[in-house]
């Protein structure tokens, strides 16, 4: 199983505290720790796309940490390669101190969601995307603490492998505390098995 709680001292760099992060999707900035989270640089409109390159399990799991400022930036995925984002998912859509919106991208562009939610953004959430091959197609499943929220198939031009991923931005310098991360998992293990059961969920897509 690979895992990291990014337990470290402030300021410490991702690629000195464990060098199986690496860059992904061609964006070449690397993020921090601070308070035992993952955050960018705190210097002004940063952000960075990392994968764990000492894994090539299809699934990835983040905690988002919560703020009573919010901020969508933020993501979690998989089949992340040095030069593709891959499979991802994300919160979005802010209305005062919740998120109403759960969204699927590929690559960095947008292409499935899930509307007028009510995601209370200053908790903690625990995000998860799986990707499944399927008869030449890929399956992304995207889950929120625990639970299976949305799936979008892709049909064109599939990701066939590659690294989970998290991804982040900040704007103005202080922000990088709302798109903090923690406690990243590819989920290799007895008690972050994906439940056979969840399987006819499938059928519910996002459009």
């Known amino acids: 199983?690979?895992?990291?709680?990014?337990?470290?001292?402030?300021?410490?760099?991702?690629?000195?505290?464990?060098?199986?992060?690496?860059?992904?999707?061609?964006?070449?900035?690397?993020?921090?720790?601070?308070?035992?989270?993952?955050?960018?640089?705190?210097?002004?409109?940063?952000?960075?796309?990392v994968r764990r390159t000492d894994s090539s399990v299809d699934l990835s799991d983040v905690v988002f940490i919560g703020n009573t400022s919010l901020n969508e930036n933020r993501r979690v995925g998989v089949r992340s390669t040095l030069s593709l984002r891959g499979y991802e998912i994300g919160l979005g859509n802010i209305s005062g101190t919740n998120y109403t919106s759960f969204n699927i991208f590929k690559n960095g562009t947008w292409v499935a969601g899930l509307f007028g939610l009510t995601i209370d953004g200053t908790v903690n959430h625990t995000?998860?995307?799986?990707?499944?091959?399927?008869?030449?197609?890929?399956?992304?499943?995207?889950?929120?603490?625990?639970?299976?929220?949305?799936?979008?198939?892709?049909?064109?031009?599939?990701?066939?492998?590659?690294?989970?991923s998290v991804t982040a931005s900040a704007g103005a310098i202080g922000s990088a505390i709302q798109v903090a991360v923690d406690d990243w998992t590819d989920g290799v293990s007895a008690g972050i098995a994906i439940p056979v059961a969840m399987k006819h969920f499938r059928n519910q897509r996002i459009n």
Do not use: C, K
Not at 134 to 158: Q, R
């Open 127 to 164: 995000m998860r995307i799986t990707a499944t091959d399927d008869a030449g197609n890929v399956v992304a499943d995207g889950f929120m603490d625990g639970v299976l929220i949305g799936t979008w198939t892709d049909t064109a031009s599939v990701l066939s492998a590659g690294n989970p």
């Open 1 to 49: 199983m690979a895992s990291d709680n990014f337990n470290n001292v402030d300021g410490t760099l991702l690629f000195t505290h464990n060098a199986n992060w690496a860059n992904a999707g061609g964006v070449i900035t690397e993020p921090e720790i601070r308070d035992n989270q993952l955050r960018p640089l705190d210097t002004g409109y940063s952000g960075y796309a």
